[in-house]
């Protein structure tokens, strides 16, 4: 169910395969709770996170201390960016 509050974010398989790619590099650094449910949800070609779970993913990595999160990931919560 797609709540309009919290809409469903379709990545392309370029995104994903990078968010992966950054997801595995972090492993060591991460909980692994937020480890496991993040690569459940880039496991697809093309993965789909809500707005809040991709919010969540940014956060985690900013926490973890890794740059550069991907300029396109912060673009989608930057209110000054036309979607």
Not at 10 to 36: G, M, S
Not at 55 to 77: G, K, Q, V
């Amino acid at each position: 169910m797609n709540d309009l509050r919290n809409p469903i974010l379709i990545l392309t398989l370029n995104q994903t395969a990078e968010l992966r790619q950054i997801w595995e590099n972090q492993k060591q650094v991460l909980h692994p709770d937020d480890y496991f449910f993040i690569k459940v949800k880039l496991s697809r070609p093309a993965a789909k996170l809500s707005q809040k779970q991709a919010y969540r993913m940014m956060m985690t990595l900013a926490e973890t201390d890794y740059e550069p999160i991907p300029e396109w990931l912060i673009a989608l919560f930057d209110p000054r960016e036309v979607k």
